[in-house]
């Protein structure tokens, strides 16, 4: 986990990522606690709101009712609004996801998702549960709307978690959108109560694909933001809701939520879920923090390595990765290597030459190492490789 870490900032020394950065910071800046509120008001039926040019107020979003119709079509003209493509999928007579999405500038087929369930169970009005993690969501897509990724950032927004995850489970990984790569899957549930008072940020994961490695760095991500939260990783996370769906599958995902353990609300599923029991400061932290994880995972990754981003072929190769004697770097070789240089954690130079074809390595340390190839057009490509 911590090694993930150190690549990242490593990888941060290097590259011409402070514009990138400042992006984030810039968005999570521009959260606004009145836009966040005014989303939670809408979708708990306090304010209305003109849903395809007519004035509605969103009663009950449980399943089957009017309210859950009208929340998907307030969500489909909100992302439209701030720019995004919409996949509008049914999975059943009466069950919708909602997927608005930015196709990425480099590997559109690769995808980052925030998430949340929009839908409630009945006669609530679900202000916690999962109004919160809706209007962070929709947070997200307004301030990371003018933003150029690298990947695909898809906002989804799951129906029928009520029910059993029957949203999220029709789309994770081999679901009717299984054709976008998703490197991770960020959900939202219940993110507004905080009844003691300590600020806990529950982070879930499980040892599945790099689920562990994103919890640790949003964990990172709140201190280097100086978001005021203490996250707590909850290994094994919580299964009943909708990260389990793309856990189950086998998918990297990770949850954001409130203490589900020793502060878990007790307006939960009963109609005193309402904004008037929410802890709104609180919650208003958990959206930047969300949204800076989301912003920072989808543009860093850029950054681990230029190979990575030539979809079909990569120009070079390390191998045998991990190694204990020598390496070598094939290439492509239409592309004229100049230099190869290694790089160890703490970004100091340990080797580096001309000849790719065998490099030695007893001399150096165990650990992960980054290889930069620098070619005769001044590209770099940078990889990660494990000594022995
Ligand atoms: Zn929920």
Request: aromatic share 10%.
């Amino acid at each position: 986990m911590r090694i993930l870490f150190n690549i990242c900032l490593f990888t941060l020394l290097f590259t011409n990522v402070n514009a990138q950065q400042i992006a984030c910071v810039d968005a999570v800046n521009a959260v606004s606690n009145d836009t966040l509120l005014s989303f939670m008001r809408i979708l708990t039926g306090l304010d209305s709101v003109a849903i395809s040019g007519q004035k509605q107020v969103i009663e009950s979003r449980f399943k089957n009712n009017p309210g859950n119709v009208q929340t998907e079509d307030y969500l489909i003209q909100t992302c439209i609004s701030y720019g995004y493509q919409i996949e509008n999928i049914p999975f059943s007579d009466i069950g919708r996801n909602i997927i608005a999405y930015k196709p990425g500038a480099i590997n559109p087929k690769k995808a980052f998702i925030i998430s949340g369930h929009f839908d409630a169970v009945p006669r609530t009005r679900g202000a916690d549960d999962n109004a919160s993690g809706t209007a962070a969501v929709l947070e997200a897509a307004r301030v990371l709307k003018d933003i150029s990724f690298p990947y695909t950032i898809i906002f989804a927004f799951w129906d029928e978690e009520e029910v059993g995850l029957v949203g999220s489970r029709k789309f994770a990984p081999d679901g009717p959108l299984g054709y976008w790569d998703v490197q991770l899957m960020m959900n939202l549930d219940m993110i507004a109560w905080d009844g003691n008072n300590d600020s806990l940020a529950m982070i879930h994961t499980k040892p599945i694909g790099n689920s562990i490695a994103y919890a640790d760095s949003l964990a990172s991500i709140c201190k280097q933001y100086q978001i005021p939260l203490n996250p707590f990783i909850r290994n094994p996370g919580e299964s009943a809701t909708d990260q389990e769906a793309f856990w189950e599958k086998g998918a990297t995902a990770i949850g954001l939520t409130e203490d589900y353990d020793f502060d878990f609300s007790p307006h939960w599923h009963l109609p005193s879920d309402s904004i008037q029991n929410c802890h709104l400061p609180y919650f208003y932290r958990m959206a930047r923090l969300a949204i800076a994880g989301i912003c920072e995972f989808t543009l860093r990754t850029r950054s681990v390595s230029v190979a990575e981003f030539q979809a079909s072929k990569p120009r070079a190769t390390v191998w045998p990765n991990p190694s204990k004697k020598e390496l070598h770097i094939d290439h492509d070789h239409q592309f004229q290597l100049n230099e190869w240089r290694i790089y160890n954690l703490q970004g100091v130079l340990v080797d580096s030459g001309k000849d790719a074809s065998t490099i030695a390595v007893n001399q150096l340390l165990s650990g992960m190492y980054l290889i930069e190839i620098d070619w005769a057009n001044s590209e770099l490509t940078r990889l990660k490789w494990v000594k022995e």
